[in-house]
């Protein structure tokens, strides 16, 4: 008998150790990973350009200090149709990470069922039925069948594919917020924009208007010496031709406003209606000086590049809830309940008490190649992510270097363009007192007048160059979200700072993207090779909170 039962044991002891070598067998032919080719590290200055301050913490409020500007940016912020489209992408990525969330916890959920049975007699749960009696009563034909009954699903965590999925949605969430925040950031550059080029267009208009009068005196002198038998028709077309092409002109430039003011309407989210614009000395306007503070602030005032980082964290999870389903997993179920033929009996305890309860472990053994075809996948996904990540990086480095440097030439080529207005103006002057003492031919007073309102008509447009380069500088440094405290949408004011230091929840890890072999700042390297280890728990860059999600 002792030896009947110490084999009884080795059989048991060998069955589970059989069972558990094929349950970590899957786990033994997992494909390696592809890492990403070596980044660039990032500059530490812009080509010898930075700054103790940055001009990315100066609100849009101080930075254009422009009243009517601000008021149509505030407009722009609250009723912009694509910024609401986006709040919802946000609602939406913020659901996902809820949802994911559940899936951490057991399933449980709560039911009744009524019903009839009636078995044929000449089957065996027929036999049987007909041979039964409860307290000498026979068991009615057909049988009702009532339940009031509790189960519970539970697919235990084992390998954190689980809570890696919560996190990777947790991360994208962010980076859908952080989308749309650079969103924010260009809407406040376009506005911005197209309102300094609404206010060249005026000073174009302007400028039509002087040259016009200006001609138009000059055609009178031209007709006046007709007369006087001092000069000839030919002067008299030459600058009635050039009075009716900047008239013809004027034409034109009203009908840029009007698609300048609708264009800024449409980023307001509102009908055509007139512009409003300050009345300024627009060839003298100077905006905030600009600050460019250092490169690795663009890591943390870049929506962009914000975005760029979760998706690139959420990546690197990813490839680690793909590699989880090579190993086995545990589901366990359960349910509680009362189960009777007769509603009298059915709350009677312990005889109409039902209970289950069962463990499920499954390993794949066969047929891998989904598994493995999406863990690969996944890899490649993550790949995709890190260069995003490295070009998204580059991008804004190159954006600031370009802006920048349009902001100094375009800056110089101002000043020596006002230099080259001033002697035009004076040549005009000249040329039309000479003409008017027959001292100088028509044509020289002709093309003094033309060369001047060409000069000053390049002048507004590199002026205008130059305020839209300050502008794009600005967004390309991160500028623009800054002290942004109320976001309109579809259902109302939504109040929250941004850049918000808020947490994702209190039981998720802090993620920032694994780091590869090279880039500076780094991007993710493959998952580590156990499914159970977590990611590295890096604080990323003020990450917000889902909402719903405390």
């Not at 694994?514 to 590295?536: L, M, N, R, V, Y």
């Amino acid at each position: 008998m002792i030896h009947f039962v110490r084999s009884s044991k080795k059989r048991c002891f060998s069955a589970a150790l059989a069972l558990g070598g094929m349950m970590s067998l899957p786990g033994c032919h997992i494909p390696d990973l592809c890492g990403p080719e070596p980044g660039h590290a990032l500059p530490s200055d812009f080509n010898g350009r930075q700054t103790a301050e940055n001009s990315a913490y100066v609100g849009f409020e101080e930075f254009f200090n422009d009243q009517t500007l601000t008021c149509l940016i505030a407009e722009g912020l609250a009723g912009n149709q694509e910024l609401k489209i986006l709040w919802q992408e946000v609602q939406i990525a913020n659901n996902e990470v809820l949802k994911r969330r559940g899936a951490v916890f057991p399933f449980v959920t709560l039911g009744t069922r009524a019903g009839l049975e009636k078995s044929s007699t000449f089957t065996r749960a027929g036999a049987v039925d007909s041979q039964l009696n409860l307290s000498g009563h026979s068991f009615p034909d057909p049988l009702p069948d009532f339940l009031v009954a509790a189960n519970v699903t539970w697919e235990v965590d084992i390998w954190r594919a689980l809570r890696n999925a919560r996190d990777a949605a947790a991360l994208r969430y962010l980076g859908t917020r952080d989308g749309r925040n650079y969103v924010v950031t260009r809407l406040v550059a376009e506005i911005a924009e197209n309102y300094y080029g609404l206010m060249a267009l005026d000073k174009r208009l302007e400028t039509l208007d002087a040259t016009i009068a200006l001609q138009e005196q000059s055609l009178q002198i031209a007709i006046a010496k007709k007369e006087a038998a001092r000069g000839t028709e030919l002067a008299v077309q030459r600058f009635q031709a050039e009075v009716q092409k900047n008239q013809s002109e004027k034409l034109i430039v009203r009908q840029e406003i009007v698609e300048t003011e609708n264009r800024i309407n449409f980023l307001l989210g509102r009908f055509p209606q007139p512009v409003p614009r300050t009345s300024t000395d627009f060839i003298n306007l100077n905006l905030n000086s600009l600050k460019v503070g250092v490169p690795s602030q663009l890591l943390q005032n870049r929506p962009d590049i914000r975005r760029a980082e979760r998706e690139l964290a959420a990546a690197g999870l990813d490839v680690q809830v793909a590699r989880s389903r090579f190993y086995p997993s545990l589901t366990l179920t359960g349910g509680v309940g009362y189960n009777a033929f007769n509603p009298k009996y059915l709350f009677i305890t312990p005889d109409a008490l039902i209970a289950n309860l069962a463990g499920d472990l499954v390993a794949p053994v066969l047929n891998k190649s989904a598994i493995k075809a999406d863990y690969c996948t996944a890899n490649a996904v993550q790949l995709e992510a890190i260069y995003d990540y490295q070009r998204t990086i580059l991008n804004a480095f190159t954006e600031v270097i370009n802006r920048i440097s349009k902001v100094e030439n375009y800056s110089e080529s101002i000043e020596i363009k006002k230099e080259q207005l001033a002697s035009l103006e004076a040549s005009v002057d000249n040329a039309s007192r000479l003409f008017q003492n027959a001292r100088a031919e028509y044509i020289e007073v002709l093309f003094a007048q033309r060369d001047y309102m060409e000069a000053k008509l390049v002048l507004i447009d590199t002026k205008k160059e130059q305020l839209s380069a300050i502008v794009n500088a600005y967004q390309a440094l991160g500028g623009g979200l800054f002290q942004y405290a109320t976001h309109e949408t579809v259902g109302g004011p939504i109040e929250e700072p941004l850049p918000s230091t808020d947490r994702i929840e209190e039981d998720a890890p802090s993620l920032a993207p694994p780091q590869p072999a090279a880039p500076q700042p780094e991007p993710a390297q493959p998952a580590p090779d156990a499914p159970g280890d977590a990611p590295p728990k890096v604080t990323p860059p003020a990450p917000d909170e889902p909402a719903g999600n405390s």
